[in-house]
């Protein structure tokens, strides 16, 4: 059975036992932004279609796990981390839509985390994950995707381009080869792996 929440809110509001200060100042958070703005748009059809309806254990609850997800890189947590700040954090639980009195909804193990995230990755839903992520924080924050004048924007032409990955590759490309110039012993510590993936491996 596949167990998806919905963005609705619920009957009774998790923040039921907060006073009326501390509900407003928790809605003024990045939470409410998470919850509004990204919550409702995750592709959980999509993973969805990993599951069998007709056999195996329920699923954990989908919509909340992606967004577990883009909660995990957006405040770079470890597994374990994550999934503490689901059962413990009320900003976390805010921002899923969870409610705090269902352990059903509060605990999830770091393993199911893991076969979330291959699954995710297995559907190639990185990039739709991230396209969310980035057009709800848009939206929060009053930013069109409007074309703008290339003079007063000099890398909208190169995002343009190479695309995301791409971009982030070139960043992390000219950052170690300035490291290498600049502090040859700093960029000696850097992992071998990732010398030879941007610049060769040379020391």
């Known amino acids: 059975m596949?167990?998806?929440?919905?963005?609705?809110?619920?009957l009774f509001d998790c923040l039921w036992f907060l006073g009326q200060?501390?509900?407003?100042?928790?809605?003024?958070?990045?939470?409410?932004?998470?919850?509004?703005?990204?919550?409702?748009?995750l592709p959980v059809r999509e993973l969805s279609e990993s599951y069998r309806k007709d056999r195996g254990r329920p699923t954990k609850n989908l919509r909340t796990?992606?967004?577990l997800l883009v909660l995990q890189q957006m405040h770079d947590t470890t597994d374990e981390e994550t999934v503490q700040r689901l059962g413990y954090d009320l900003r976390w639980q805010y921002a899923l839509n969870v409610s705090r009195t269902s352990e059903e909804e509060l605990y999830l193990c770091t393993r199911t985390l893991?076969?979330?995230?291959?699954?995710?990755?297995?559907?190639?839903?990185?990039?739709?994950l991230f396209a969310v992520a980035s057009d709800g924080l848009m939206r929060a924050g009053g930013v069109?995707?409007?074309p703008q004048r290339m003079d007063s924007v000099q890398v909208k032409s190169n995002m343009r381009r190479l695309g995301r990955l791409r971009l982030l590759g070139r960043v992390n490309q000219a950052f170690l080869?300035?490291?290498?110039?600049?502090?040859?012993?700093g960029y000696g510590r850097v992992g071998e792996e990732i010398r030879k993936r941007y610049v060769g491996g040379k020391r």
């Open 177 to 185: 080869r300035s490291l290498q110039r600049e502090d040859p012993e």
């Open 2 to 10: 596949i167990r998806t929440n919905s963005s609705i809110p619920k």
């Open 144 to 146: 069109t995707g409007q």
């Open 65 to 67: 796990g992606l967004g």
């Open 21 to 41: 200060k501390l509900q407003k100042q928790l809605r003024s958070t990045w939470a409410e932004v998470i919850r509004q703005h990204i919550l409702p748009k």
């Open 114 to 128: 893991w076969g979330l995230r291959q699954k995710a990755m297995d559907r190639g839903l990185e990039e739709k």
